[in-house]
């Protein structure tokens, strides 16, 4: 899970930081004639990272749950043998 998250954060990081360098080099159209600020792009690029640190805490928060209720539901299982 851990690699999981490496990988899905690298490439939104990965572009915030070299984002001066594909606008340099002209990378950053995606039709001809037709560019993205890197601004905006910026701002598109934090909004998904956002997206998954709060998907991260909602996993972390439903395995923590489910944790404790099959652990709860074991214990009251074991006393009513």
């Known amino acids: 899970m851990l690699c999981a998250l490496g990988c899905g954060a690298a490439m939104p990081t990965m572009l915030i930081a070299f984002g001066n360098a594909f606008d340099l ?8 004639g ?5 601004t905006e ?9 956002w997206i998954g640190i709060g998907l991260g805490a909602g996993k972390c928060i439903y395995i923590s749950s489910v944790d404790y209720v099959c652990s709860s539901q074991m214990l009251k299982y074991k006393a009513a043998s």
């Open 25 to 32: 080099l002209g990378v950053a159209e995606m039709l001809p």
């Open 34 to 38: 037709q560019s993205v600020l890197g």
């Open 41 to 49: 792009m910026t701002k598109l690029l934090l909004t998904f990272m």
